[in-house]
């Protein structure tokens, strides 16, 4: 069940010859439990390539505007990616396809022609998700593509490109491979051969389909209960066109596994599948979407294959988009201590199965709005947005909050604070509340929430070792409460 959007983004990492990890005969698949530092596109990727939380690597939305690869972006933030690491440090070929950042190829940004650094085969989509009559920049240079299938799939023009960078790459150095299919984003079209599957499919009715969300947030007590009947359809059969779009997702993945497996060198390779965020479909009767602080929104699937991988494991630490930089820079043998990047390395939870990890980690979203009214909506006023179908809106400017999302063996908690007049709370016990059906703001112990809001203040403002300390659950930490009042964003709720 892939409820997530965007992207299967692959990554294939071939081990340096230096680096003390061994490849073995035995390879395998691990599906570890991973969040999104940020559940919309463009803060999510910044993420994952720089290994930073938001708040340090300044991608806030997926405007020019919000730093989405702004020339500011480009100057201070692409240096350091964990792919300019690997090309400048550890002597990797580095390839790069399909979906970069929402605003790559802007004008305003350098266009196409600007190929980011840390890249030395690059291909590029211009700006957001398509599937045909898009334009790619190939090392820079404009490639336009149109309407026929056999030549423009996307998704299939990825896989050959990637194929073709397997054969005529240099087989003396280590490489790295992101492959990053816009599916399943809109506007979900897929592969003509795959059009009509999963006809009798719909979106999963978990108890928190089409249920109002009373005690949340008031976007969430906005939306409309029960949903429309077309509404319901509009859904289902959205659900269905993501589905098919992954089949071609499915067939690129095995032809570049094939192909490492032909040329001998899938032993010595691992292969990561993730995506950018997760998405919604009619939870809390939200029609579609993503952007928000609730499981759905902020979980995305997480496969790995390599050496010294044990078969079919299942690790129940919880790793994040930050971590994927961190790691990937110590399979290469590059020292991530030397790096700023506030994530963490995850190889020796793969190949050693360590139980040494952190107990919690940030979420942080800033909201978007309209200043003017949509048309559509003219009831709604300013100060929304994506309000489709039936003017229900996914999205606003005090849609802004920030999240202690707690992993621990005594705890599975998820503690928020929206930037907004209310100052409004959410806490949910997952373990209980699997579906986030019953706020705890207001039940929960005092010192508990004295506890949380102290350690989202911590890692609302930590920069890279400092968002690796002890989290409230786990038996290192120390609470200080006297540092709660030198602070201008204590709680009202404190009071």
């Known amino acids: 069940n892939p409820n997530y959007d965007d992207i299967g983004i692959c990554m294939l990492v071939k081990q340096s010859p230096t680096t003390t990890i061994q490849a073995s005969l035995l390879l395998a698949v691990v599906v570890p439990v991973q969040f999104v530092a940020s559940p919309l596109c463009c803060p999510s990727r910044a993420s994952i390539l720089t290994g930073k939380y938001p708040h340090n690597h300044h991608v806030i939305n997926n405007t020019l505007e919000g730093n989405c690869s702004s020339v500011a972006w480009q100057k201070t933030q692409e240096p350091k990616t964990f792919p300019a690491l690997l090309q400048a440090y550890a002597g990797y070929q580095t390839f790069f396809a399909g979906k970069y950042l929402n605003q790559y190829g802007n004008p305003d940004a350098g266009g196409v022609e600007h190929v980011p650094l840390g890249w030395d085969y690059w291909v590029g989509l211009d700006r957001n998700s398509k599937y045909y009559n898009y334009s790619l920049s190939v090392n820079g240079k404009l490639r336009r593509h149109g309407g026929n299938y056999s030549q423009d799939y996307l998704t299939d023009v990825l896989a050959n490109m990637s194929l073709d960078f ?9 490489f790295f491979m992101m492959v990053s299919t816009p599916a399943p984003h809109a506007p979900w079209t897929p592969a003509p051969q795959y059009q009509d599957r999963f006809k009798d499919i719909k979106a999963p009715r978990d108890p928190n389909f089409n249920v109002h969300g009373k005690d949340k947030h008031w976007l969430i007590r906005q939306a409309k209960t029960p949903m429309t009947n077309s509404s319901i359809h509009f859904l289902d059969d959205t659900f269905r066109k993501r589905w098919r779009t992954l089949l071609s997702v499915d067939d690129l993945v095995e ?31 939200l029609p579609l979407d993503k952007r928000q602080l609730y499981e759905f929104d902020i979980r995305v699937p997480l496969l790995v294959r390599g050496p010294n991988i044990k078969p079919n494991q ?182």
């Not at 139980?355 to 929304?384: H, I, K, Q």
């Open 255 to 285: 032809k570049i596994v094939n192909r490492l497996e032909v040329r001998g060198e899938l032993e010595n390779t691992y292969v990561i599948f993730t995506s950018d965020n997760g998405y919604h479909t009619g939870q809390f009767s």
């Open 166 to 174: 397997l054969q005529y790459k240099s087989n003396y150095r280590p």
């Open 314 to 495: 299942t690790c129940g630490l919880a790793v994040q988009n930050v971590d994927l930089g961190p790691t990937i820079l110590d399979i290469a043998g590059y020292n991530v201590n030397k790096t700023s990047m506030d994530g963490m390395s995850f190889l020796p939870v793969l190949v050693m199965n360590s139980s040494m990890w952190r107990t919690d980690f940030l979420v942080e979203y800033e909201g978007e709005g309209s200043n003017v009214s949509d048309p559509a909506c003219p009831l709604l006023g300013p100060g929304v947005s994506e309000c489709f179908p039936d003017c229900v809106c996914e999205d606003s400017f005090n849609n802004t909050y920030a999240c202690v999302r707690t992993i621990a063996p005594s705890a599975n908690l998820q503690y928020c604070e929206f930037d907004d007049n209310e100052v409004f709370v959410e806490v949910y016990n997952i373990t209980a509340d699997r579906y986030q059906l019953s706020n705890l703001a207001k039940t929960i112990d005092q010192e508990v929430l004295e506890k949380m809001n102290h350690r989202l203040m911590m890692l609302q403002s930590c920069s890279g070792q400092a968002c690796r300390t002890p989290g409230v659950y786990d038996t290192r930490y120390r609470f200080d409460p006297s540092l709660m009042f030198s602070s201008n964003r204590l709680r009202h709720h404190l009071k």
